[in-house]
């Protein structure tokens, strides 16, 4: 049986073992730099800026969502959902609808104004999931962003 539960410090590994599997299904395997220790802080500590659920079978994690809150100047405090993640040989069996309807009652509960994700445009399943709850995928905002090297530079 598949259990939702808030992740903990001991999940840390595990979640970013995830992470890294996803970073190679998003053809960007060397693209992850945060550490256990950076999770930790983020996660639990006095800078902590993040939080998740993981999905669980047999005391093994099989997946996992990770969000924060944001602010938008014009609707107020929003949930952003970061990713969620079904390790490869788990998906297709609905851990990522409940991982998704999860992060769902959290904006609920925490009376945010708008949850928001991104999706890759190549990412067909994922759409075709997001389609399945009428979300909004909006193709007319462009992503912009400057990495830790470009803002060295600046």
Partial sequence: MIHIRKGTESDIEQALSLIKELAIYEKAPDEVEVTPTEMLAWGFGSDKIFDFYVAEENDVIIGMALYYF????????????????????????????????????????????????????????????????AATLDGEWINGKLTNAQLDKL
């Fill in 70 to 133: 944001k602010y938008s100047t014009w609707k107020g405090k929003c949930l952003f959902l970061e990713d969620i993640i079904v390790t490869e040989s788990q998906r297709g069996k609905g851990i990522g609808k409940l991982l998704f309807d999860k992060i769902i009652k959290v904006s609920k509960e925490t009376n945010v104004r708008r949850m928001e994700w991104q999706v890759l445009d190549w990412n067909t399943p994922a759409l075709n999931f997001y389609k399945k709850y």
